[in-house]
């Protein structure tokens, strides 16, 4: 069973992890999606062991009021992050402005100046500050605070503060409506940022859902086809598949024969001969000839549907460096409160001054503000990313960067990341004719075929000046045949050629790669091997991640013998490489290298990758790579060459560095600038200032990267 809820109050990941904690702590739960940018949970049940009631119960009590939609999901896919958007560009319309004209021209003491900044940032403070104030709100109705209740106080503090100077201007020397605009905005931007990674990390699941055709030719009894919902097929329901059609469903072929791209599932970019008692595969597109299908499973149970529910856990069970400042802030708001409170009564009760009290207890949340905490990471992605899209190398954002100074394995798929992703002729084809006579054949008899195999051989042989040939047709499942100079000429797999007679006997058996052979009536006139030949520079990118102290393994659908060939030319031990490995075996074989206590990279360019690029500690798509396998990676390689896997891993633990960095200083000036405030030594302006001065050296130090250099050999 399934439910979907609507849940109010999230405002950042942060929150997101609270309500799927929440409900994953219930007994009888499968597991559960939260959406950020739909504001939604989708909860999956595997028991009765919890009822709808005390699940709303439990994120009541978390702090998450929530309904259960009975209806289709109306949320927007982009209503999170186009809310924070208004904010950030309200916020920075009034904020800049303002602070141009009290920093740059000093108008701060003017008193036109004062009321013009109270008109103009009260909009910023009633509408951008309405999310926040909802949030600590919600927070505060079930005892907990985080990041939302320090911004909504240090902002509403320096508002409050200043409406009450413009009133009473004999008491308050100058106002701070700026700061109080800048708070919110500040913040906003962080926000902003993690939305959009939010909602491109959701797209990928979106993605591999639209591979899933919604209907499907259902054969009747009387041989006819009806238009059909795949939801209303039965298993032992029959299904027609014409060329070109995508899979609806996971199946096993009752009649016919035809190839099948399996590419989105095992990477490999051969397809796949499909006979009688073959299996079908949801989301693989059948290419050149009629099937008749029994279905297996539909929905949830297909293969599709696991790799998506793969992606989905992966996803939601990774560490988030960006979070770090809100799990402090559980502890560190209080204690800002508690500070702000005791000033204030030490002052007024101590020494008899309230107006000291209040000015110090207003600084000391002034001067606490989240805004360095909240710049910390998103400032110094921003630089990094910069820096690496000047050499072609996309980062989403901070979500991996918290191991990636840790990696010690790189795993690498094979085809099209460390090959070139489609079959060629390898060098020297086998000759027992003449070889122009061998390549005009195989021109005139691949040419027609829209088999991968067979346009690959043509491309090979399209200098050859074709020899006429009649009656030619195409057997599927084993290749072209056709009449040439009197002769029957057959142009297929060897297993074929040997039904037919030719007598093959002189090859050997256990050659790598892909074989297919020309024949006539009487002989074997050619074999031609085909297999995904490796890039160019992928030994040496290989070595020099070895020189960086990683080990080094490679994943493969291959059978054994042409993966170890592969694995050998490029220089890795037997045991690193692993072969024969479907979509969900990557997953498990990350998961094997990480249970030895290994940070895995792994490095893959299709949508089979999806998985292991989640699951992994992180995900590098190589160019090229399937738009679901980029929006699953943390990295995007836009490089044509391997070349930036080991920049992007150098400019990665360069940008986590600068993270630490400026989380640290972030905390570390509250922890000096609050006692100082405390104690009175420090005035409101002057903590301002500090709070603006924090920033600016926090993205100070994030703009470093942007003058970033992979470092020399």
């Given at each position: 069973?399934?439910?979907?809820?609507?849940?109010?109050?999230?405002s950042?990941?942060?929150?997101?992890?609270?309500?799927?904690?929440?409900?994953q702590?219930?007994?009888?739960?499968?597991?559960?999606?939260?959406?950020?940018?739909?504001?939604?949970?989708?909860?999956?049940?595997?028991?009765?062991?919890?009822?709808?009631?005390?699940?709303?119960?439990?994120?009541?009590?978390?702090?998450?009021?929530?309904?259960?939609?009975?209806?289709?999901?109306?949320?927007?896919s982009?209503?999170?992050?186009?809310?924070?958007?208004?904010?950030v560009?309200?916020?920075?319309?009034?904020?800049?402005?303002?602070?141009?004209?009290?920093?740059?021209?000093?108008?701060?003491?003017?008193?036109w100046?004062?009321?013009a900044?109270?008109?103009?940032?009260?909009?910023?403070?009633?509408?951008?500050?309405?999310r926040?104030y909802?949030?600590?709100?919600?927070?505060?109705?079930?005892?907990?605070?985080?990041?939302?209740?320090?911004?909504?106080?240090?902002s509403?503090?320096?508002?409050?503060?200043?409406?009450?100077?413009?009133?009473?201007?004999?008491?308050?020397?100058h106002?701070?409506f700026?700061?109080?605009?800048?708070?919110?905005?500040?913040?906003?931007v962080?926000?902003?940022?993690?939305?959009?990674a939010?909602?491109?990390a959701?797209?990928?699941?979106?993605?591999?859902?639209?591979?899933?055709?919604?209907?499907?030719?259902?054969?009747?009894?009387?041989?006819?086809e009806?238009?059909?919902?795949?939801?209303?097929?039965?298993?032992?329901?029959?299904?027609?598949?014409?060329?070109?059609?995508?899979?609806?469903?996971?199946g096993?072929?009752?009649?016919?024969?035809?190839?099948?791209?399996?590419?989105?599932?095992?990477g490999?970019?051969i397809?796949?001969?499909?006979?009688?008692?073959?299996?079908?595969?949801?989301?693989t597109?059948?290419?050149?000839?009629?099937?008749v299908?029994?279905?297996?499973?539909?929905?949830?149970?297909?293969?599709?549907?696991?790799?998506?529910?793969?992606?989905?856990?992966?996803?939601?069970?990774r560490a988030?460096?960006?979070?770090?400042?809100?799990?402090?802030?559980?502890?560190f708001?209080?204690?800002?409160?508690?500070?702000?409170?005791?000033?204030?009564?030490?002052?007024?009760?101590?020494?008899?001054?309230?107006?000291?009290?209040?000015?110090?207890?207003?600084?000391?949340?002034?001067?606490?503000?989240?805004?360095?905490?909240?710049?910390?990471?998103?400032?110094?992605?921003?630089?990094?990313?910069?820096?690496?899209?000047?050499r072609?190398?996309l980062?989403?954002?901070?979500?991996?960067?918290?191991?990636?100074?840790?990696?010690?394995?790189?795993?690498?798929?094979?085809?099209?990341t460390?090959?070139?992703?489609?079959?060629?002729?390898?060098?020297?084809?086998?000759?027992?004719?003449?070889?122009?006579?061998?390549?005009?054949?195989?021109?005139?008899?691949?040419?027609?075929?829209?088999?991968?195999?067979?346009?690959?051989?043509?491309?090979?042989a399209?200098?050859?000046?074709?020899?006429?040939?009649?009656?030619?047709?195409?057997?599927?499942?084993?290749?072209?045949?056709?009449q040439?100079?009197?002769k029957?000429?057959?142009?297929?797999?060897?297993?074929?050629?040997?039904?037919?007679?030719?007598?093959?006997?002189?090859?050997?058996?256990?050659?790598?790669?892909?074989?297919?052979?020309?024949?006539?009536?009487?002989?074997?006139?050619?074999?031609?091997?085909?297999?995904?030949?490796?890039?160019?520079?992928?030994?040496?990118?290989?070595?020099?991640?070895?020189r960086?102290?990683?080990?080094?393994?490679?994943?493969?659908?291959?059978h054994?013998?042409?993966?170890?060939?592969?694995?050998?030319?490029?220089?890795?031990?037997?045991?690193h490489?692993?072969?024969?490995?479907?979509?969900?075996?990557?997953?498990?074989?990350?998961?094997?290298?990480?249970?030895q206590?290994?940070?895995?990279?792994?490095?893959?360019?299709?949508?089979?990758?999806?998985?292991?690029?989640?699951?992994?500690?992180?995900?590098?798509?190589?160019?090229?790579?399937?738009?679901?396998?980029?929006?699953?990676?943390?990295?995007?390689?836009?490089?044509?060459?391997l070349?930036?896997?080991?920049?992007?891993?150098?400019?990665?633990?360069?940008?986590?560095?600068?993270?630490r960095?400026?989380?640290?200083?972030?905390?570390?000036?509250?922890?000096?600038?609050?006692?100082?405030?405390?104690?009175?030594?420090?005035?409101?302006?002057?903590?301002a200032?500090?709070?603006?001065?924090?920033?600016?050296?926090?993205?100070g130090?994030?703009?470093?990267?942007?003058?970033?250099?992979?470092?020399?050999?």
């Amino acid at each position: 069973m399934t439910t979907v809820l609507r849940v109010e109050g999230m405002s950042c990941q942060n929150c997101a992890r609270h309500v799927r904690e929440a409900i994953q702590g219930l007994p009888g739960i499968s597991y559960a999606r939260v959406d950020l940018d739909k504001a939604e949970a989708v909860v999956k049940w595997k028991s009765d062991g919890t009822s709808e009631e005390e699940l709303l119960k439990a994120l009541e009590t978390a702090g998450y009021p929530s309904h259960i939609l009975k209806g289709p999901s109306s949320g927007s896919s982009e209503s999170a992050g186009s809310g924070w958007k208004f904010n950030v560009i309200l916020g920075s319309a009034v904020t800049v402005p303002l602070m141009v004209a009290e920093w740059g021209f000093g108008l701060g003491s003017q008193t036109w100046f004062c009321w013009a900044s109270f008109l103009l940032v009260l909009p910023v403070q009633v509408l951008c500050g309405a999310r926040f104030y909802r949030g600590a709100w919600q927070q505060l109705k079930v005892g907990q605070s985080n990041m939302d209740t320090l911004v909504a106080l240090g902002s509403s503090a320096a508002f409050l503060f200043s409406a009450y100077g413009l009133l009473f201007p004999s008491m308050v020397g100058h106002t701070y409506f700026m700061e109080a605009a800048a708070i919110i905005t500040l913040i906003s931007v962080g926000h902003w940022l993690e939305s959009m990674a939010s909602s491109r990390a959701a797209q990928a699941v979106r993605q591999l859902l639209t591979l899933a055709p919604a209907t499907a030719r259902r054969l009747r009894a009387d041989q006819t086809e009806e238009e059909a919902p795949v939801a209303a097929l039965l298993p032992g329901d029959l299904v027609v598949l014409r060329p070109g059609d995508r899979i609806p469903i996971d199946g096993i072929v009752s009649e016919g024969s035809s190839a099948v791209d399996e590419s989105m599932l095992t990477g490999e970019s051969i397809s796949v001969e499909k006979t009688p008692g073959s299996l079908l595969y949801t989301g693989t597109v059948n290419t050149n000839g009629r099937l008749v299908c029994q279905v297996r499973t539909t929905g949830e149970a297909t293969a599709l549907s696991q790799i998506i529910a793969v992606v989905e856990r992966a996803q939601n069970s990774r560490a988030n460096i960006q979070r770090l400042a809100d799990r402090v802030s559980s502890v560190f708001v209080p204690l800002v409160i508690l500070c702000a409170a005791a000033t204030l009564l030490a002052w007024g009760l101590g020494w008899n001054s309230w107006e000291k009290g209040i000015i110090s207890a207003v600084a000391v949340l002034i001067v606490a503000c989240p805004c360095a905490m909240g710049l910390a990471t998103p400032a110094a992605i921003m630089a990094g990313a910069n820096a690496g899209a000047k050499r072609g190398i996309l980062i989403r954002d901070g979500v991996a960067l918290e191991k990636t100074g840790k990696i010690t394995a790189v795993l690498f798929d094979k085809t099209g990341t460390l090959t070139e992703g489609k079959p060629q002729v390898q060098e020297p084809p086998l000759y027992f004719t003449g070889r122009q006579k061998a390549l005009a054949l195989v021109n005139a008899m691949a040419g027609p075929s829209r088999h991968p195999l067979s346009q690959a051989l043509a491309a090979y042989a399209k200098a050859a000046m074709p020899i006429t040939v009649e009656n030619w047709r195409e057997e599927s499942g084993s290749g072209v045949v056709a009449q040439a100079e009197g002769k029957t000429v057959r142009l297929g797999s060897l297993t074929w050629l040997k039904s037919n007679g030719i007598d093959a006997s002189q090859l050997p058996e256990d050659a790598p790669g892909t074989r297919l052979g020309l024949a006539d009536d009487e002989k074997l006139l050619a074999v031609f091997t085909l297999e995904d030949c490796l890039k160019e520079n992928a030994r040496r990118i290989l070595d020099d991640l070895h020189r960086l102290n990683l080990d080094v393994y490679m994943v493969s659908g291959d059978h054994a013998t042409v993966a170890q060939r592969i694995g050998k030319a490029l220089g890795l031990q037997e045991d690193h490489v692993f072969a024969g490995v479907r979509p969900e075996g990557k997953v498990d074989v990350v998961k094997s290298l990480q249970a030895q206590g290994k940070q895995v990279a792994f490095v893959g360019d299709g949508i089979n990758d999806a998985p292991a690029l989640t699951q992994a500690d992180l995900g590098i798509a190589v160019s090229f790579a399937s738009d679901i396998a980029k929006e699953s990676a943390d990295i995007i390689l836009l490089k044509a060459d391997l070349e930036a896997v080991p920049e992007a891993l150098h400019l990665s633990r360069r940008t986590l560095l600068t993270i630490r960095q400026n989380l640290f200083w972030a905390f570390f000036y509250n922890i000096v600038a609050v006692p100082i405030a405390a104690l009175g030594f420090a005035s409101p302006i002057l903590c301002a200032a500090a709070m603006g001065l924090s920033d600016l050296f926090l993205v100070g130090n994030s703009i470093r990267l942007l003058s970033w250099r992979p470092p020399a050999d």
